[in-house]
Nanobody, 117 residues
Framework: QVQLVESGGGLVQAGGSLRLSCAAS????????MGWFRQAPGKEREFVAQISWSGSRILYADSVKGRFTISRDNAQNTVYLQMNSLKPGDTGVYYC??????????WGQGTQVTVSS
């Protein structure tokens, strides 16, 4: 099992920045694919970004490219999501996810991000 705890959410004005953190415990974090997803009110959960175990392969949703940066520190068992130039459309609950392969069987409880206009 892998336990994931997100932090860093909050209320920010449009154009501002936030950095989300996801602390992992349990099985070997450094071997896992890590991802961030988000869910806006009344919408389905959507993919935001993912990073391979080595950090060499990174994917972003088109909606966040150039504004968000995913990174990881395997020594600290933590993955980050730096979010810049935030827009009201970025509002939602942000979830950290982990998996040993191409999927994400492990999920955190989420952290709320609210961007005001």
């Amino acid at each position: 099992q892998v336990q994931l705890v997100e932090s860093g959410g909050g209320l920010v004005q449009a154009g501002g920045s936030l950095r989300l953190s996801c602390a992992a415990s349990g099985r070997t974090f450094s071997n896992y694919l890590m991802g961030w997803f988000r869910q806006a009110p009344g919408k389905e959960r959507e993919f935001v970004a993912q990073i391979s175990w080595s950090g060499s392969r990174i994917l972003y949703a088109d909606s966040v490219k150039g504004r968000f940066t995913i990174s990881r520190d395997n020594a600290q068992n933590t993955v980050y999501l730096q979010m810049n130039s935030l827009k009201p459309g970025d509002t939602g609950v942000y979830y950290c996810a982990a998996g040993p392969g191409s999927g994400f069987p492990y999920w955190g409880q989420g952290t709320q991000v609210t961007v005001s206009s």
